[in-house]
T-cell receptor, first 112, second 116 residues
Framework: KQEVTQIPAALSVPEGENLVLNCSFT??????LQWFRQDPGKGLTSLLL?????REQTSGRLNASLDKSSGRSTLYIAASQPGDSATYLCAVRPDSGYALNFGKGTSLLVTP | NAGVMQNPRHLVRRRGQEARLRCSPMKGHSHVYWYRQLPEEGLKFMVYLQKENIIDESGMPKERFSAEFPKEGPSILRIQQVVRGDSAAYFC??????????????FGPGTRLTVL
């Protein structure tokens, strides 16, 4: 059974800092991995999707890497802003099946 | 191009009542997924449907829960005789047909169910 773990559970940083969020998964037989953002009381916004054959994806200040063999992904946020404050979720889709397996998320607070 | 639509956004029910949650997928998407987010828990997969077919319901509780995606109209997640433990956020996602690269799932805003 796939287990997805996100560390840390919560993170508070001052504005302008670069930061890294971590995601680990126990079963390396994945089809893809997605990073989402969830604002309080809101839905999920997809940030980046990495196919199992890819090593990283970039979008603006965000960069996500994937090391499938070690079961790890990181989300790098450059020059953080207060508007980045949200919960960041990592989800993996298995090779067989359609269900995304989510971590519990990292709650990020960027202070002015 | 409207995203995934869910309604209602908030739903309050008393124990024993029925809850009906609706999801309209993105235009051109024929696959729908339902997930549940319990307080302090991660999102958990419930069911995957295509038009008029349930493909995978391995995450659905065996009793009181059902889902459908008719030929016309939205997908419905139905919870009969709700209990307090059903209080959660229910998210719907949709994706285009299989075989398309990436098969990314796009999520709706969720329905927050509160059972009194």
């Amino acid at each position: 059974k796939q287990e997805v773990t996100q560390i840390p559970a919560a993170l508070s940083v001052p504005e302008g800092e670069n930061l890294v969020l971590n995601c680990s998964f126990t079963d390396s037989a994945i089809y893809n991995l997605q990073w989402f953002r969830q604002d309080p009381g809101k839905g999920l916004t997809s940030l980046l999707l990495i196919q199992s054959s890819q090593r990283e994806q970039t979008s603006g200040r965000l960069n996500a890497s994937l090391d499938k063999s070690s079961g790890r992904s990181t989300l790098y946020i450059a020059a953080s802003q207060p508007g980045d404050s949200a919960t960041y979720l990592c989800a993996v889709r298995p090779d067989s099946g359609y269900a995304l397996n989510f971590g519990k998320g990292t709650s990020l607070l960027v202070t002015p | 191009n409207a995203g995934v639509m869910q309604n209602p956004r908030h739903l309050v029910r008393r124990r024993g009542q029925e809850a009906r949650l609706r999801c309209s997928p993105m235009k051109g998407h024929s696959h729908v997924y339902w997930y549940r987010q319990l307080p302090e828990e991660g999102l958990k997969f419930m069911v995957y449907l295509q038009k008029e077919n349930i493909i995978d319901e391995s995450g659905m509780p065996k009793e009181r829960f059902s889902a459908e995606f008719p030929k016309e109209g939205p997908s419905i997640l139905r919870i009969q005789q709700v209990v307090r433990g059903d209080s959660a956020a229910y998210f719907c996602a949709s994706s285009p047909k299989t075989g398309v690269p990436y098969n990314e799932q796009f999520f709706g805003p969720g329905t927050r169910l509160t059972v009194l």
